[in-house]
């Protein structure tokens, strides 16, 4: 059965894709359209159709020939910031809480041009691995840095991807038994003015927004109690969401038991967190009464399979118990702290492996993958039906994955002739071959496309610039950090 579409059958729509071997429209029947298009107008899907449905006339045929067409991937955790110190030596081999003692003095550096320039970077890097709208958790907001949040946003913009952005906060500092140090925490009062500034001038509810902005206190370890309540009561008032890092690792179990007598979920509930506002990263410890504490409320889980591997210790987010109970999940691939690729493929088929490797072979499917990266994560952004779906009246958010052909992917995907949505997950690794955000294409024929008046190179050029002042390499007899132990591994300048 086509979509009946929304608009007259003889208007001509912006955009048709079309050729697709399959289309995956994540509808709410979930239909698979074999040799199906995609109309877009406005910025919104305006139909969706099989090869026997009539097109529509259209402005730009974008071809997707050989392609799984699948809505456009959703990310629900990140910190942008942390690709100017990705695999920072210093820190490659530390639990948690070194890894983020070791790296805070280098964020403490933070301004408008380095947010600016890892965003830049960081969001083209998501729209080249398929995704097309992205939320960041930025948390460092060092005094003297400037507006960080208006630079990132600036960058998404210019690129024409959807953007979350959330503004972060730490309150906590190690003189207050927290982790960061001073120099990147603010006080309440600050931290509360600039989050409702940043509402005021950023936040778009309409829909199709491009721009939409949380708030996000960083963590139990780095943020007072008072200011967790205080960000619910004013993330309610302007009506925008919350989000914040909760039960990441066993750790802060014991953190949260000294310091508050209860466990993080419990904490978190204590502070107000307990609701569909809310959507929280990684989540890995709940025990069986939390996940249906989280599933009464409503709040949201960013299940971050990379960081999860790269935390250690054998801890997996329980996303099938989850989902049973009835928790949204979706995808995220966190910072540099565990993906210093990002890439929404990566992390879909690292959920797929993981919830594998956790409930056996049965447990999970690509199609499930698929599930948590589209209408998963649009439910923890509270955009279910507009972000995440392929459907008249959704935005039109679409990517185009080439499974086959010349090359490379031929010889990736030779021989998956059966089912393209688990080959899309099976085989690869595989980048997105067009990336479609608001009927645009960002990526087109696999090369991003770099917006008039950018540089590449350029930006490429200031991000290394950015990222060498950071890590302490921008003057000769500069003496970087020696690492947590002492052993000498500090950074060296790799010249490439
Ligand atoms: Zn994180």
């Not at 960061?180 to 940043?198: F, G």
């Not at 609701?275 to 890995?284: K, L, M």
């Not at 132990?485 to 500090?490: A, C, E, F, K």
């Amino acid at each position: 059965m086509p979509t009946a579409p929304s608009t007259d059958a003889t208007d001509r729509v912006d955009l048709l894709v079309d050729g697709a071997d399959l289309v995956v429209t994540m509808d709410d029947d979930r239909r698979e359209l074999a040799g199906g298009w995609v109309a877009c107008t406005g910025g919104f899907v305006t139909a969706v159709g099989g090869p026997a449905d009539a097109r529509p006339a259209a402005e730009r045929v974008l071809r997707a020939d050989g392609c799984l067409v699948t809505p456009g991937l959703v990310n629900t955790h990140h910190h942008i910031y942390q690709n100017l110190t990705r695999s920072y030596r210093p820190a490659t081999s530390s639990t948690l809480f070194d890894w983020l003692t070791t790296l805070y003095p280098r964020w403490a550096l933070l301004d408008e041009e380095a947010s600016y320039v890892s965003a830049w970077v960081g969001l083209a890097e998501l729209a080249v691995g398929g995704c097309t709208t992205s939320t960041d958790h930025l948390y460092v907001h060092p005094a003297g840095g400037g507006d960080l949040l208006s630079a990132e946003i600036a960058a998404a913009r210019e690129l024409g991807v959807r953007f979350h952005p959330t503004r972060g906060s730490m309150s906590r500092s190690q003189k207050d038994g927290g982790l960061p140090p001073d120099s990147v925490v603010q006080d309440e009062d600050t931290i509360l003015t600039a989050s409702e500034e940043a509402v005021a001038r950023h936040h778009d509810p309409a829909p199709g927004a491009m721009v939409r902005i949380a708030l996000a206190p960083c963590s139990p370890f780095s943020v007072t109690a008072k200011l967790m309540e205080r960000t619910a009561e004013l993330a309610e008032r302007l009506d925008v969401r919350l989000h914040t890092h909760l039960a990441e690792d066993p750790d802060e179990d014991r953190y949260c038991l000294e310091t508050y007598g209860v466990r993080p979920i419990e904490h978190f509930a204590d502070c107000g967190w307990g609701t569909d506002r809310a959507w929280v990263a990684h989540c890995i410890y709940p025990n069986e009464a939390e996940i249906a504490r989280m599933a009464a409320w409503g709040t949201g889980v960013a299940h971050c399979p990379s960081s999860n591997m790269m935390i250690g210790g054998g801890g997996i987010a329980p996303v099938v118990d989850y989902r049973a109970a009835g928790v949204p999940v979706g995808l995220g691939c966190d910072g540099s702290a565990s993906t210093d690729a990002a890439s929404l493929w990566m992390e879909s088929r690292g959920a797929l492996l993981l919830a594998r490797q956790r409930g056996g072979p049965t447990a999970f499917t690509a199609r499930d993958a698929l599930e948590l990266g589209t209408r998963g994560s649009a439910a923890c952004l509270g955009r279910l039906g507009e972000l995440g779906v392929l459907a008249p009246g959704a935005v039109a958010d679409l990517v185009a994955w080439r499974l086959g052909g010349s090359g490379r992917a031929g010889i990736a995907f030779a021989g998956a002739l059966t089912d393209p949505i688990e080959a899309w997950l099976r085989c690869g690794p595989v980048a997105a071959h067009h990336t479609v955000v608001a009927g645009r294409p960002v990526v087109e024929n696999g090369e991003l496309q770099v917006p008039p008046g950018s540089d590449l190179d350029d930006i490429l050029r200031r991000h290394r610039a950015a990222a060498e002042r950071m890590q302490g390499l921008d003057s000769p007899g500069s003496s970087p950090d020696q690492g947590p132990s002492g052993r000498g591994s500090g950074p060296r300048r790799v010249r490439r």
